[in-house]
C-alpha cells in the first residue's frame, strides 16, 4: 500500500477562525498556527495595533485575515466581536479564546472588587464568547470547535491568587457543560490548562526584579526542564480544534512540562 501525503492533516484548509487575545503571546501563536494550516483568521485583541500587526504577518505568509479590537470584559464587546468576526469570515468553525489575566494577593487581601475583576477577566467572557459562537455554529447547521485556556491554578491550590483559579476552575467547568448542551450539534469545546509560560508579558512583569524564568525552571521539579513558550500552548489549543481533535470533547488538556506528575520527593529517590 502506497502512503499519500496530506497537507492538510488537521482539516483546516479554509476553516473561519476567531482567536480572542490574538495579537500578543499564546494568541499571537495560535493564530500564527491556524494561518499556516490554511486557516482564515481573524485576530481580535485589546490593543488593536496589535491585532492588525498578527494580520499584517499572516497576510505576508499569504493567508486570510483581518483584525478587530475590543474589550472581552464588556458583554457587548465581546458578543461584538463574534458577530463581526462572523460577517467578516462569513461564518464561524473555529474559536480559539486565550484571555485571562491574575490579580495577586492573600485571601484577606481579595477584595469583592478583586473577585469581580477576576471573574470578568477571566470567566464571565468566556460563557458571552461561547454562546454566541455556538449560536452561530448552530445556525450554519455545521457545528464547530471552542479552545479556551484554563490554568494548572484551577486544578492546584492557587495561593495568593485565589480568584483567578476558582476562575479558571469554571472555565474547565464550562468547557464540560457546553460540550454536554452543544455536543449534539457538532461542537466540541475544550480547554487546555498550562503552568507558567514564557509569554512577553510574564517576561515584562518579572523584569524589574530580574527574576531569571528560565533558570528557575531549570532548577525545578519539573520533569522537562525548561520553561514552557506559548507555541507549547498554541499547538494543543490548535489541535483541539483540528480533525486530529475530533473525537475529543469536553476535556482539559494539561501542558505543565510534567509538573502535575512530578515526583516531589524525587531528589531523595535519586539517592538510593
Not at 450539534?185 to 490548562?193: D, E, F, L, S, T
Amino acid at each position: 500500500m502506497s502512503a499519500r501525503m496530506d497537507a492538510n492533516i488537521l482539516g483546516l484548509q479554509g476553516k473561519r477562525s476567531l482567536v480572542l487575545g490574538g495579537g500578543y503571546g499564546i494568541g499571537r501563536s495560535s493564530a500564527l498556527i491556524l494561518a499556516r494550516a490554511g486557516a482564515s483568521v481573524v485576530a481580535a485583541d485589546l490593543d488593536g495595533d496589535r491585532a492588525n500587526a498578527v494580520a499584517i504577518e499572516i497576510a505576508d505568509l499569504g493567508g486570510e485575515s483581518a483584525a478587530l479590537q475590543g474589550d472581552v470584559t464588556d458583554r457587548t464587546q465581546a458578543e461584538g466581536m463574534v458577530h463581526q468576526a462572523a460577517a467578516i469570515l462569513g461564518g464561524l468553525d473555529v474559536v480559539i479564546n486565550m484571555i485571562g489575566f491574575a490579580a495577586w494577593g492573600s485571601l484577606f487581601e481579595l477584595g469583592d472588587d478583586v473577585w469581580e475583576i477576576d471573574l470578568a477577566r477571566n470567566l464571565r467572557h468566556h460563557v458571552w464568547v461561547g454562546c454566541t459562537a455556538a449560536r452561530h455554529m448552530i445556525d450554519q447547521g455545521t457545528g464547530g470547535a471552542i479552545a479556551m485556556v484554563a490554568s494548572v491554578s484551577g486544578i492546584y491550590g492557587a495561593p495568593r491568587h485565589a480568584a483567578y483559579g476558582a476562575a479558571k476552575a469554571g472555565v474547565m467547568s464550562l468547557a464540560r457543560t457546553m460540550t454536554n448542551e452543544w455536543g449534539r450539534h457538532g461542537i466540541r469545546v475544550n480547554a487546555v490548562a498550562p503552568d507558567m509560560i514564557a509569554t512577553p508579558r510574564l517576561r515584562e512583569t518579572m523584569a524589574p526584579s530580574g527574576h531569571d524564568f528560565e533558570a528557575a525552571a531549570q532548577a525545578s521539579a519539573m520533569p522537562l526542564g525548561r520553561a514552557g513558550q506559548p507555541e507549547d500552548i498554541a499547538g494543543p489549543l490548535v489541535f483541539l480544534c483540528s480533525d486530529l481533535g475530533s473525537f475529543v470533547a469536553g476535556q482539559t488538556i494539561i501542558a505543565d512540562g510534567g509538573t502535575h506528575v512530578a515526583f516531589p520527593h524525587f531528589g531523595i529517590a535519586s539517592s538510593m
